[in-house]
């Protein structure tokens, strides 16, 4: 990453967002994910973040976002087990993300469905990669860009063939954020429901404190 960084040209208002990228690169990952992240890079360092010359952003100013520091931190997360709020449905099943980390031990998966975070499932849940490395033109959505630099954190939930999942299954994303070192969250998750299979999902998202959750589902 470093090493693109200097040779090729970029757009210096990205730099920042891009810092923390290089600690991915001290973490272990599939040569197939090192590649989506060096694409994520590659086409952020090139746009930016949209600007209201942008087609569709005329009317938004991401300027209070340039003002603040992100910071992404690849080590697990700490927190108050109790501040996690309750289910939205008592009879539901649910998958728990701290800023953008799995949390297993918080999560009761339903019969037929598997979780898994997402570099977990990199290497061990097979045709996993098909679905992920179709990420479409980063150019002209630099937020997926950046989710895509930061490839790491998230979930991959797998509905087996044949499964009808009866009840719901939420979703939850909870942040923890700071006023003193703003995380950035980066999750990636992936829905992958199998033939004549079928799920409902609640996707729920709550926190506390300054952050920034850039997300993408698919």
């Not at 272990?28 to 086409?43: C, F, I, S, Y």
């Not at 360092?45 to 520091?69: F, K």
């Not at 429901?193 to 998202?205: A, F, M």
Request: glycine share 8%.
């Amino acid at each position: 990453m470093n090493a693109f960084l200097q040779q090729d040209p970029v757009n210096e208002t990205t730099l920042p967002w891009l810092e923390d990228v290089v600690k991915l690169g001290e973490q272990p990952a599939a040569d197939w994910v090192k590649a989506l992240r060096h694409t994520g890079v590659e086409q952020f360092s090139r746009t930016g973040l949209p600007t209201p010359a942008w087609e569709g952003w005329q009317h938004t100013s991401l300027r209070p976002l340039m003002q603040t520091y992100f910071h992404y931190v690849v080590d697990a997360v700490k927190f108050d087990v109790n501040k996690i709020p309750p289910k939205l449905l008592p009879d539901s099943s649910r998958i728990v993300l701290v800023n953008g980390q799995y949390q297993p031990q918080l999560s009761d998966v339903p019969a037929g469905v598997t979780v898994m975070s997402l570099m977990d499932a990199s290497v061990q849940m097979e045709g996993v990669e098909t679905h992920l490395v179709s990420i479409g033109d980063l150019r002209s959505a630099p937020f997926k860009a950046l989710n895509t630099a930061y490839m790491h954190d998230g979930v991959v939930l797998k509905v087996e063939d044949g499964v009808e999942v009866s009840q719901p299954v939420e979703i939850l994303f909870y942040n923890i954020g700071s006023t003193e070192k703003p995380p950035a969250i980066y999750p990636r998750t992936l829905y992958w429901l199998g033939k004549n299979s079928g799920l409902t999902l609640l996707e729920r998202h709550a926190g506390e404190g300054v952050y920034l959750s850039n997300g993408f589902s698919g």
